[in-house]
């Protein structure tokens, strides 16, 4: 999946909490969050609607209109892996939290359906050429 194809499927799959998502998915549309939120700070600093960090109406607006969708491909992430969405809590124990959880989004994704859906790389056909 490319970056662009990325940022469709999880704009048109807004709150979409069932199925799966591939690690190029939600890598990307990560990639993209966490530049929008850099670039929006910018601009608000350069209109001088942000405040001394940089968080103003732009970077709001941004946060607010992709913070959903973030939240779903992540759910949708951990489907992928086989675990239920509300391992997503598990980011609140410090440091530990975090760290498994950048662990299970890297890691490669169960082969063919589970109980989330269908494999989003196409299944057994994918499993044969990896």
Known sequence: MTFQESIKTCFSKYVTWKGRA????????????FGGVIVSSVIDRALGTGSANGVGIVYAIFVLATFLPYLAVLVRRLHDTGRSGWWYWIALIPLVGVILLIVWFAAKGTTG??????????GELAAAFS
Do not use: A, I, K, T
């Open 22 to 33: 591939s690690r190029s998915e939600f890598w990307f549309f990560v990639l993209f969050f």
């Open 113 to 122: 359906s589970n109980e989330y859906g269908e494999d989003p790389l196409g």
